[in-house]
């Protein structure tokens, strides 16, 4: 996601550093004018607004803590990590460093096009200060004080990836009664997303959200929630079960099994 919004960022004629924990991924953008950075603290000098997209809590704590960055600066942090790490990060970072949480809702594709939907959180002059950069992602919707679009982005997530675990299951039961697992996909997919982009997934296409990211998701939701989230309790033995396949880097897809894998398994 960091690759096609820091070329959206270019696009608009921003001047542009950027640093990667795999350098040739960032070799493109070097390639259409932005300048790369050998470490995160290189990659922020000199600038007064910092965008970081990562894995994970810990690697975003990692990067930004690691990164001296200098009062007066404005960290726009757009990973899924949760609110609790989003608090975490906001104790820790120096004094005067300014803080948005601001993850996206979409995938690769929105981020090329710039139709990533930005749910900001944080003091209002913070958001406004960052709004012309987020609107380049796409439009920005504003959810509230620090740590609620940590929030938001748990929530849209929580119920995404549940449905995927409906999905696998409904198939499951059409397989037992004889239905054809086209066939079930076609009509559930008349009814939910979810079963039309299994359906018509291409295979080669880019992963654009993987099954392991979505067992860390349910992860950060079900910590909050606690033993009593029944559905997302549910929905998290699938992603687990994939991540324990081997299947943590395939794309979500993979939730619901293939015709070889429904075989195999009986």
């Given at each position: 996601?960091?690759a096609?919004?820091?070329g959206?960022?270019?696009a608009a ?6 640093w990667n924990?795999?350098?040739e991924?960032?070799a493109p953008?070097?390639?259409r004018?932005a ?6 603290a290189?990659a ?7 965008i970081s ?9 990692d990067?930004?803590l690691?990164?001296?960055i200098?009062?007066?600066t ?8 949760g609110?609790?790490?989003v608090?975490?990060?906001?104790e820790?970072?120096p004094a005067?460093?300014?803080l948005?949480?601001?993850p996206v809702?979409?995938s690769v594709?929105h981020?090329?096009?710039g139709?990533l ?15 012309d950069v987020?609107?380049v992602?796409g439009?920005v919707?504003p959810v509230g ?5 940590a ?6 997530n929580?119920?995404l ?8 299951e409904a198939?499951q039961?059409a397989?037992?009664?004889?239905l054809?697992?086209d066939t079930?996909?076609e009509?559930?997919?008349r009814?939910?997303p979810?079963a039309e982009?299994?359906r018509?997934?291409n295979p080669?296409?880019?992963?654009t959200?993987t099954?392991g990211l979505a067992?860390k998701d ?5 910590g909050?929630?606690?033993?009593d989230?029944g559905?997302l309790a ?7 079960a994939?991540v324990?396949?081997g299947?943590?880097?395939?794309d979500?897809?993979?939730?619901v ?5 429904d075989?195999?398994d009986?």
């Amino acid at each position: 996601m960091g690759a096609p919004m820091a070329g959206r960022l270019l696009a608009a004629g921003h001047e542009l550093t950027v640093w990667n924990r795999t350098p040739e991924r960032a070799a493109p953008l070097a390639s259409r004018g932005a300048r790369t950075a050998a470490t995160p603290a290189e990659a922020v000098a000199g600038h007064d607004l910092v965008i970081s997209m990562l894995t994970d809590a810990a690697a975003v704590h990692d990067v930004l803590l690691g990164a001296r960055i200098a009062p007066g600066t404005l960290v726009v942090e757009m990973s899924t990590i949760g609110p609790d790490a989003v608090r975490e990060l906001r104790e820790r970072l120096p004094a005067g460093v300014a803080l948005v949480d601001a993850p996206v809702l979409g995938s690769v594709p929105h981020a090329e096009a710039g139709e990533l939907i930005i749910m900001p959180g944080g003091a209002d002059a913070d958001v406004e200060r960052a709004a012309d950069v987020l609107g380049v992602f796409g439009p920005v919707r504003p959810v509230g004080a620090s740590g609620q679009g940590a929030a938001a982005k748990l929530v849209v997530n929580s119920a995404l990836i549940a449905a995927f675990g409906a999905v696998a299951e409904a198939v499951q039961l059409a397989t037992s009664l004889g239905l054809d697992r086209d066939t079930a996909l076609e009509l559930l997919g008349r009814a939910l997303p979810q079963a039309e982009r299994t359906r018509t997934r291409n295979p080669d296409a880019p992963v654009t959200f993987t099954a392991g990211l979505a067992d860390k998701d349910l992860g950060l939701a079900l910590g909050l929630l606690g033993p009593d989230a029944g559905v997302l309790a549910a929905a998290r033995a699938h992603t687990a079960a994939a991540v324990e396949r081997g299947l943590g880097g395939a794309d979500i897809t993979v939730l619901v099994p293939s015709e070889a894998a429904d075989a195999r398994d009986h």
